[in-house]
Each structure stands twice: as structure tokens, then as C-alpha cells.
């Protein structure tokens, strides 16, 4: 028996549904479905006649910890600490144009995609210019300026997205290990995007929100 998450119509095409069983300690002998619905993960549970009732299954919905899909789709990158985008500084299209933070408005130069290239790593794609983001002149120190470049083989526009509690993600720089972050913890638009050690601040903190 499937059933959908709400506010999700089934005009709306789930692009896998996988099942598995629940441990003991997550509610054991109950069934998880995993739907994936545009770049969204939900989950579902269900005892072992497929549901609690045939109108009220069991439910919890969440953000599964998995890396965004690749490919055409693209994301909106947010600060927890501000809940501003990450954007390129006066929708730019030339190399080294600095990052910042924005006020979300939806704008091409705050749409992201992210390519794989292998070991876990994403090239992060900004749509208005289709530069990658970067971390300038391959520092390994913190502080180092986040820019966008055209796009390259070089580490230092490798990133990895470590999931963190409630859909956050820390994205880590594959040169240095360092983590993007908005400098000084600022909640101010145009706070500019650094490199720096990973740590437990919600300036490291970022959600993907999906551009429907």
C-alpha cells in the first residue's frame, strides 16, 4: 500500500519509493518507505499490515541525510543562522566575483547545481553565469575569500555536503578541509562567504531548497 506525503498530489510523480524495515530502537516491526519527490525526501511508516488504518497511516516526515540529486535541478543555499542565500554579488558574470549573503528573491544568481565529480564531491554550478564556486586562489588558510570562477579540475571547487541535524548540511572544501562559511556570524546582506575551520555555528549551517 502507498501512500503520499501530504500536500503531494500524485499527479506529482515520486521518482523512487523505497522500503526497509525499522530497528528496534526506531519502532522495530514497522516498514519505512522512502519517497523521493523532486530532490525531497519523506518517509513513512507503516506496521506489518501496510498501515495503521487504511486512512491514518503512522507517519513522520522528514529531510533524509542524502547528498542532493545531480543533474538539472537546482537549489536555493541557505544560512541557518540568517536564513539569507548564498549569491553572487550583484548577479555578476566575471571570475572572482565575490559571494555573499542576500535576502532570498529567487533570482538566477542564487540558483545552484551541483555536478558530481566523484568521491562524494560536487562542483557547485551558479545558473546566471554557470561559474563554480570557489575557493580563491586555492588558499588553505581561513578566512580565504569564496568566489565564483569558471569552472575547473582543481580541488578547491570540490565540495562535500556532511549531513547535520534538521536538513543541514556543513559543505567542506576538498583542498583544505575548511568549511563554507559567512564571515563574523553577520546576519547583514552582503556579508561576504569565507573558508574557515568546521565548527558547531549555524553560519556553517545550510539548507537546499529546491527551485520548483
Known sequence: MWVKPPGITWGDAFTSVTPCTLPAAQGGGYEAITFDHRGTHYHDTYDSQGSTSAAEPLNFYERADDPPPAGPRFFEVVARHSGKCLDVRAASTDDLAPIIQWDCHGRENQQWRFEPVGDGYYRMIVRH????????????????????????????????????????????????GKAL??????LESGAELVQYAPHTGENQQWLLRIIQ
Open 129 to 176: 553565469s554557470s561559474k563554480a564556486l570557489d575557493v580563491s586562489g586555492a588558499s588553505a588558510e581561513d578566512l580565504a575569500l569564496i568566489i565564483q570562477y569558471q569552472s575547473h579540475g582543481g580541488e578547491n571547487q570540490h565540495w562535500r555536503l556532511d549531513p547535520l541535524e534538521d536538513g543541514y548540511y556543513r559543505i567542506t572544501a576538498r583542498h583544505s
Open 181 to 186: 562559511d559567512v564571515l563574523g556570524v553577520s
